[in-house]
């Protein structure tokens, strides 16, 4: 199982991000799918979740109405897009295999950093 993420970078509040989490040595489509983010001196947060069929999402109150998970099973492919962005969503941001699962396999992480 191999989960690699993409997309980070530094972003100007308000602006936008979109990371991809590349699935490999598995079938995506077998699995729901999380996002967690973990800032500096803080505990990981779970941002988002999405099930195999996209029916069911989740989102932390933190980022509702700003972030969007998605999946492209096709592809092997998870996306996280990040809109109007706040310094407080600086964080490592990792994609997970399962919902919300603190002990399945997670990416590398990418960094995203929110800074004028």
């Known amino acids: 199982v191999q989960l690699v993420e993409s997309g980070g970078g530094l972003a100007q509040p308000g602006g936008s991000l979109r990371l991809s989490c590349a699935a490999s040595?598995?079938?995506?489509?077998?699995?729901?799918m999380s996002w967690a983010r973990q800032a500096p001196g803080k505990g990981l947060e779970w941002v988002a979740a999405i099930s195999t069929g996209s029916r069911s999402t989740y989102y932390s109150d933190s980022v509702k109405g700003r972030f969007t998970i998605s999946r492209d099973n096709a592809k092997n492919t998870l996306y996280l897009q990040m809109n109007d962005l706040k310094p407080e969503d600086t964080a490592l941001y990792y994609c997970?295999?399962?919902?919300?699962?603190?002990?399945?396999?997670r990416g590398q992480g990418t960094q995203v950093t929110v800074s004028s």
């Open positions: 040595g598995f079938t995506l489509s077998r699995y729901a």
């Open positions: 997970a295999q399962g919902w919300k699962d603190p002990q399945t396999t």
